[in-house]
């Protein structure tokens, strides 16, 4: 085992212990991204119900020569740089587009796995072979900080596919303002939101019909199972999701079926769960543009401009630093 491994266990099972031993009880979805998790996930963006990335890929699609106009303001050098890439399907739109315009960029993904990152890799050289590219693995900000005084180019940061979705809205200002104090006066972020709708519409993109979001959550029962020595029994849990209007978010959880005991070798604890208990899994808040406008404000970023799919379901969100 690598020396980075076994911290990323010890923070895992650190993170566990914490979650299971809170009332009431919960663990991270950062942690849904195992191997089998981010296949599963895949699986998710294809579903009829998981309108999300089709909404992303439309609004590239369709608007991609405005997008341009607004990433090069009357130039046409600028780095792309995505923060957690994914494969880079979407990505791939704006990059086509921006070549075939002759824009001089070069396009950083930045990831945790180098394996994702590979993928992209072979993917982006194989449809671009005239694209400079610099794949950076590790944590965000500790590269955004060594590139802040690198080319001297116009950095445009990308964090898209509504992943700030997943996290609280305290821990969203503070990601929002560690990338701030990582930018230079010029550098641009490009943030994808999911909207607020007819809420059926929502909960049905987490609850699909074949289960596959199910699985995906009771996914992490079994990395417990596999990396902590758990032995959480699939078959006890059911997954349940809902999506709450006045907060504009929804929300999953696993409830046990019944009254039960889970062992974790690697915690040398046992977890008590009562019939019908919820262990809180992940947040996938919603947005109206009023709320992106404030939250950009908090974080000390100007809304530079708004792109919008055909329904209003969703808007990429293009921010300055403020004066
Ligand atoms: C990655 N993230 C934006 C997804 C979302 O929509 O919250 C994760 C997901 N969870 C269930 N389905 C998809």
Same mark, same amino acid.
């Given at each position: 085992m690598t020396a980075t491994h076994s911290t990323e266990l010890n923070q895992f099972a650190t993170d566990v212990l914490e979650g299971l031993s809170s009332d009431p009880k919960q663990l991270s979805s950062k942690y849904f991204y195992d191997d089998e998790g981010s296949r599963l996930f895949q699986e998710i963006m294809k579903l009829p119900?998981?309108?999300?990335?089709?909404c992303e890929l439309e609004i590239f699609e369709k608007q991609a020569e405005s997008i341009y106009a607004a990433f090069r303001n009357g130039g046409n050098s600028f780095d792309l740089?995505?923060? /957690? *890439?994914?494969? /880079?399907?979407k990505t791939a739109v704006l990059v086509s587009h921006f070549l075939e315009r002759n824009a001089d960029i070069t396009y950083s993904p930045i990831d945790i796995s180098q394996e994702a990152l590979d993928a992209l890799s !072979? +993917?982006? &050289? /194989?449809?671009?072979?005239?694209?400079?590219?610099?794949?950076?693995?590790?944590?965000?900000?500790?590269?955004?900080? &060594?590139? #802040? %005084?690198?080319?001297?180019?116009? #950095?445009v940061l990308m964090f898209l596919g509504s992943n700030i979705g997943n996290f609280t809205r305290e821990q969203s200002v503070t990601f929002f303002r560690d990338l701030r104090a990582v930018m230079n006066e010029n550098d641009l972020l490009f943030i994808g939101f999911d909207?607020? +709708?007819?809420?059926?519409?929502?909960?049905? *993109?987490?609850? !699909?019909?074949?289960?596959?979001? *199910?699985?995906?959550?009771? %996914?992490?029962?079994?990395?417990i199972n596999r990396e902590l020595g758990g032995n959480f029994d699939l078959d006890k849990w059911t997954h349940y999701a809902v999506y709450r209007p006045v907060q504009c978010a929804a929300r999953s959880f696993l409830i046990s079926r019944e009254k039960q005991s889970v062992h974790i070798k690697a915690l040398d604890r046992t977890f008590e769960f009562d019939q019908w208990?919820?262990?809180?899994?992940?947040?996938?808040? #919603?947005?109206?543009v009023s709320m992106i406008q404030e939250m950009a404000a908090e974080s000390g970023f100007e809304v530079k401009q708004n792109f919008f799919d055909d329904r209003g379901y969703y808007? !990429?969100?293009?921010? +300055?630093? *403020? #004066?």
């Amino acid at each position: 085992m690598t020396a980075t491994h076994s911290t990323e266990l010890n923070q895992f099972a650190t993170d566990v212990l914490e979650g299971l031993s809170s009332d009431p009880k919960q663990l991270s979805s950062k942690y849904f991204y195992d191997d089998e998790g981010s296949r599963l996930f895949q699986e998710i963006m294809k579903l009829p119900e998981y309108y999300l990335t089709r909404c992303e890929l439309e609004i590239f699609e369709k608007q991609a020569e405005s997008i341009y106009a607004a990433f090069r303001n009357g130039g046409n050098s600028f780095d792309l740089i995505e923060l /957690g *890439a994914g494969d /880079g399907t979407k990505t791939a739109v704006l990059v086509s587009h921006f070549l075939e315009r002759n824009a001089d960029i070069t396009y950083s993904p930045i990831d945790i796995s180098q394996e994702a990152l590979d993928a992209l890799s !072979d +993917k982006f &050289s /194989g449809e671009f072979p005239s694209l400079r590219m610099e794949t950076r693995q590790g944590d965000y900000f500790q590269i955004l900080k &060594s590139l #802040k %005084n690198g080319s001297g180019r116009r #950095k445009v940061l990308m964090f898209l596919g509504s992943n700030i979705g997943n996290f609280t809205r305290e821990q969203s200002v503070t990601f929002f303002r560690d990338l701030r104090a990582v930018m230079n006066e010029n550098d641009l972020l490009f943030i994808g939101f999911d909207l607020l +709708k007819d809420p059926h519409v929502i909960v049905r *993109a987490y609850d !699909d019909e074949r289960g596959v979001t *199910a699985e995906f959550n009771l %996914n992490l029962l079994r990395r417990i199972n596999r990396e902590l020595g758990g032995n959480f029994d699939l078959d006890k849990w059911t997954h349940y999701a809902v999506y709450r209007p006045v907060q504009c978010a929804a929300r999953s959880f696993l409830i046990s079926r019944e009254k039960q005991s889970v062992h974790i070798k690697a915690l040398d604890r046992t977890f008590e769960f009562d019939q019908w208990e919820a262990v809180f899994m992940e947040i996938s808040q #919603k947005y109206t543009v009023s709320m992106i406008q404030e939250m950009a404000a908090e974080s000390g970023f100007e809304v530079k401009q708004n792109f919008f799919d055909d329904r209003g379901y969703y808007c !990429d969100s293009l921010w +300055k630093l *403020a #004066k």
